[in-house]
């Protein structure tokens, strides 16, 4: 399995709504990550997991609330986001933090905020 | 210092031509350099990487050039096809300090090959 594994692929949600974004991957990577994608913009780092430890939080805005609960899995819980939120959340995994052999993207999930 | 400046904002080319993307960076701390596919509705997908010890890297069609004293880095796209149309990234990353882990990407190059 060389897939990392984003649901749902779409979601729509209200600004007072509680959701959450899952990821998966089975390829035994240490590290994993969020991040944020605007329209016709690069990839903006969220937050990075590396051994189950949150490692690094760009300062995202506590709305946005990552959770790690296994080496397979992360989560990123909403809560009272905002229309400006609105993008496509991206998760990544590599094997480790040194990204040797790159990152590995998932299809993400397209998040509007109304 | 973190940024990874890329050219152009948009490329289109016929086919069988050469594709040809330019990125610039400032700080000489980082150590690896990604380039990364997109297509609409989809993630980034890693195409090739190089890392400053090697002047060139080739895989297929896709070629990297660094020029570390200069510190500038291309992708030569070779005998481009309609089916690469799509947007590309140029990165960098440091595997060391504050900034392990961290990709810094390029601000996106969106090609568009002409049958």
């Known amino acids: 399995d060389t897939e990392v594994t984003q649901t749902p692929k779409h979601l729509v949600m209200g600004m007072t709504n509680k959701k959450s974004l899952k990821c998966e991957q089975h390829m035994g990577h240490r590290a994993m990550y969020w991040y944020k994608q605007k329209a016709k913009k690069p990839p903006e780092l969220m937050f990075v997991y590396s051994y189950e430890k949150l490692s690094i939080n760009e300062s995202v805005p506590s709305r946005f609330s990552p959770e790690c609960p296994n080496s397979s899995l992360l989560n990123l819980h909403l809560h009272a986001l905002q229309p400006e939120d609105s993008a496509l959340y991206l998760c990544?995994?590599?094997?480790?933090?040194?990204?040797?052999?790159?990152?590995?993207f998932g299809s993400g999930t397209r998040l509007t905020v109304v | 210092q973190q940024q990874v400046k890329q050219s152009p904002q948009s490329l289109i080319v016929q086919k069988g031509g050469i594709s040809i993307i330019n990125c610039a960076y400032e700080?000489?701390?980082?150590?690896?350099f990604p380039w990364y596919q997109q297509f609409p509705g989809k993630g980034p997908a890693l195409l090739i990487a190089i890392r400053p010890d090697v002047s060139e890297k080739k895989e297929g069609r896709f070629t990297i050039s660094f020029n570390k004293s200069a510190k500038q880095f291309s992708l030569h796209i070779m005998d481009s096809q309609p089916g690469d149309s799509a947007t590309y990234f140029c990165?960098?990353?440091?595997?060391?300090?504050?900034?392990?882990?961290?990709?810094?990407f390029g601000q996106g190059t969106i090609l568009t090959v002409h049958p």
């Open positions: 700080n000489t701390a980082f150590d690896y």
């Open positions: 990544a995994s590599s094997q480790d933090m040194a990204g040797d052999y790159g990152y590995t």
């Open positions: 990165a960098a990353s440091i595997a060391g300090g504050t900034s392990y882990g961290k990709l810094t």
